[in-house]
């Protein structure tokens, strides 16, 4: 029996409702707003292409490293508590109250040509200012809290006492991470890794600092506004949103956990 909103929920669901909007309607205006000729001239449009391509490939490639690196320290986090474990944790939150332009300065000083680290490593062919390694330092850098604090969520769901039983059925701590674990808090940790995925691909400032060009996405879009306007940008615009859009709804969708029908 469906029970009725009281006033006091109402007034939420109103509220709640004007806050969606705010969402929504930017993200109509601009899908709508485009006419199937503008679309049509974005999908010609071989730079466009390319900068939306190359946006997804390094958001890609930066989630595929953080797999490799934020994963662990999540399950750490998770399951020890050690000296220092709230520093770590204010570490890996910093990049989202940092502003992104001086987050980009900030990672020129050390990955630049003349920065800490990388005027030992251009010597040697590997650079990251206006090259796609820039690109996804870049958004590991801005996105990489998404991903370990969806693991660390899921992970600290998993029953400990499950951890347990593998042990002393035989596992060693790895068997048991990979075959007890990791099966139980898998659909959290994609939920990470696409909120991740799409937070890389949406950035621009530290982008546009530390790796001008070859051109994302986001800062094609800008440099057309800025050059040419607000209709020489829309169509790539409207392309980039549709694009993230299907994507994201479809990894999303993966990530959901599957709910039983009432009554099977």
């Not at 930017?26 to 679309?39: D, E, H, N, V």
């Not at 050690?82 to 900030?106: D, Q, R, S, Y």
């Not at 870049?138 to 400990?160: G, P, Q």
């Not at 990470?192 to 051109?215: C, D, N, Q, T």
Request: hydrophobic letters at 60%; charged letters at 10%; glycine letters at 10%.
């Amino acid at each position: 029996m469906t029970r009725k909103i009281n006033f006091l929920e109402a007034v939420f669901a109103v509220l709640g409702g004007l806050i969606l909007l705010v969402v929504i309607l930017p993200l109509a205006s601009a899908l709508l707003g485009a006419s199937p000729s503008q679309f049509t001239l974005a999908l010609g449009d071989p730079q466009a292409l390319n900068a939306i391509g190359l946006t997804f490939e390094a958001a890609a490639i930066a989630t595929g490293l953080a797999l490799c690196g934020g994963v662990p320290l999540a399950y750490l986090l998770a399951r020890r508590n050690f000296h220092g474990k709230p520093l770590v944790e204010m570490i890996i939150n910093l990049p989202v109250v940092i502003p992104h332009t001086a987050a980009g300065i900030a990672l020129l000083l050390v990955f630049g040509r003349q920065g800490l680290i990388g005027r030992f490593l251009y010597p040697l062919g590997v650079a990251f200012t206006d090259n796609l390694g820039g690109i996804v330092v870049a958004m590991l850098f801005v996105s990489l809290s998404f991903l370990i604090n969806a693991s660390r969520e899921a992970f600290a769901m998993v029953d400990k006492e499950l951890e347990l039983v593998a042990y002393s059925d035989g596992a060693t701590p790895w068997q048991a991470f990979w075959h007890v674990t990791l099966p139980l808090a898998w659909r959290g940790v994609l939920s990470g890794a696409v909120m991740m995925w799409a937070r890389g691909i949406s950035e621009f400032g530290a982008v546009v600092i530390l790796a001008y060009h070859p051109k994302t996405a986001p800062v094609l879009i800008f440099e057309r506004f800025e050059g040419f306007g607000l209709k020489a940008a829309q169509p790539v615009a409207a392309l980039l949103i549709l694009a993230v859009v299907l994507v994201f709804i479809l990894l999303y969708w993966i990530s959901q956990p599957i709910k039983e029908k009432d009554g099977l």
